[in-house]
Antibody, heavy 117, light 110 residues
Framework: EVQLVESGGGLVQPGESLRLSCEVFEFTFNLYWMTWVRQAPGKGLEWVASINNDGSAEYFVDAVKGRFTVSRDNAKNSLYLQMNSLKVEDTAVYFC???????????WGQGTTLTVS | QSALTQPASVSGSPGQSITISCTGTSSDVGAYNLVSWYQQHPGKAPRLLIYEVSKRHSRLSSRFSGSKSGNTASLTISGLQAEDEAHYYCCSYAGSQIYVFGTGTEVTVL
């Protein structure tokens, strides 16, 4: 079964760093762009970052530029989100998602929760 | 990178049709035929419904349809059913590999 499993969330203080991971199963990871999407408590979805299939290009929403980096290890079928200088407003559930050939996010993980307080 | 505008809530009775609008600008919705729609039930991950404005994701019921006119995209749910009660989000490509989601719409089945 095609699956994405996030991990690494937790409670941190403002200014600290954290790395989220997303392990993928049952598809050829190196063929797909990947994306991180977050959802603050009781709020809507926000696209955070994307990375191309070979990891050579990254794209970010303005709110996290310069603080977050996204990377991937295709040999380990894993996606990462390194978050530095965390702010209270970064508190959210973070989802990783696959950018399908459909130009839509066709597979999602279950999410991992980051609390900055 | 402003969020696309959706109505906060839409409701309908079982069997009725509802339409959710998603208004952007000439730099996102109006510029590209790359609007997708997602359904999210409480506590769950979002699920892709529609991609490239009007194409249904695999095995999606034909009760769901998408369209676009100018800077506004729309999702129509016909034959409304209890399980359609959820939040719905549009998403559009905004150029330079940037994407923007809509503000989200809560659908209530009366």
């Amino acid at each position: 079964e095609v699956q994405l499993v996030e991990s690494g969330g937790g409670l941190v203080q403002p200014g600290e760093s954290l790395r989220l991971s997303c392990e993928v199963f049952e598809f050829t990871f190196n063929l797909y762009w990947m994306t991180w999407v977050r959802q603050a408590p009781g709020k809507g979805l926000e696209w955070v970052a994307s990375i191309n299939n070979d990891g050579s290009a990254e794209y970010f929403v303005d709110a996290v530029k310069g603080r977050f980096t996204v990377s991937r290890d295709n040999a380990k079928n894993s996606l990462y989100l390194q978050m530095n200088s965390l702010k209270v407003e970064d508190t959210a559930v973070y989802f990783c998602a696959r950018f399908g050939v459909t130009n839509g996010l066709d597979v999602w993980g279950q999410g991992t929760t980051l609390t900055v307080s | 990178q402003s969020a696309l505008t959706q109505p906060a809530s839409v409701s309908g009775s079982p069997g009725q049709s509802i339409t959710i609008s998603c208004t952007g600008t000439s730099s996102d919705v109006g510029a590209y035929n790359l609007v997708s729609w997602y359904q999210q039930h409480p506590g769950k991950a979002p699920r892709l419904l529609i991609y490239e404005v009007s194409k249904r994701h695999s095995r999606l019921s034909s009760r769901f349809s998408g369209s676009k006119s100018g800077n506004t995209a729309s999702l129509t749910i016909s034959g409304l059913q209890a399980e359609d009660e959820a939040h719905y989000y549009c998403c559009s490509y905004a150029g330079s590999q940037i994407y923007v989601f809509g503000t989200g719409t809560e659908v209530t089945v009366l």
